[in-house]
């Protein structure tokens, strides 16, 4: 969709151009969330290693250290699939074929309960715009089928919302986007 191209352009541009540091504060929302969700049993939570002007999600992992998740992190597979493995911060980390870090696959994949998905752009209905490749959306489409819910959250700057983003059959909505200016469902 040549549409989805050209937002992907300027919101690549608009990151780069807009992008400043957070502080954990941020992330206060996301700790409420947790802890009222703490109760249905989550045991995972996904990051994503922040590269490309992405919100560092990174200053998360001092605020959790209390919920006793196990993190995860995503690492790709051949035809844009992907699996979330288990990760400590400061283990070790490889470079993939896109230029991003993920683990070295040494454990057995998980699924995450809580998942924390970067983006380039979103808007009030909570659809969001990734690098084109699916990735998200193809490991999300698994589990909808199996009725396994994992809760998502687009993490990402005010700045990056679009009013209304072009849309396909094969994008899955989040459940919340959290920026700087709190959490919304």
Do not use: H
């Not at 009030?124 to 909808?144: A, Q, V």
């Not at 072009?166 to 899955?172: F, R």
């Amino acid at each position: 969709m040549q549409q989805k191209i050209t937002i992907r352009k300027k919101a690549l541009i608009d990151r780069k151009k807009n992008y400043f540091e957070i502080s954990s504060q941020f992330f206060f929302p996301l700790i409420k969330l947790l802890k009222k969700q703490k109760n249905i049993n989550i045991k995972t939570l996904s990051l994503y290693y922040p590269s490309n002007y992405e919100v560092n999600v990174l200053g998360l992992f001092q605020l959790i250290k209390k919920f006793k998740l196990k993190i995860l992190l995503p690492v790709t597979k051949l035809n844009n699939q992907m699996n979330f493995m288990e990760w400590q911060y400061l283990d070790p980390l490889k470079v993939n074929k896109f230029g991003m870090l993920e683990p070295c696959l040494t454990n057995k994949p998980l699924t995450p309960d809580f998942m924390l998905v970067p983006l380039l752009a979103f808007d009030k209905n909570n659809n969001r715009l990734g690098y084109g490749k699916g990735f998200y959306d193809k490991f999300l489409k698994k589990f909808l089928k199996n009725k396994k819910k994992i809760t998502t959250i687009g993490v990402a700057f005010s700045f990056q919302e679009y009013n209304k983003l072009p849309v396909s059959n094969l994008d899955i909505k989040l459940d919340y986007i959290l920026t700087e200016k709190g959490i919304q469902k």
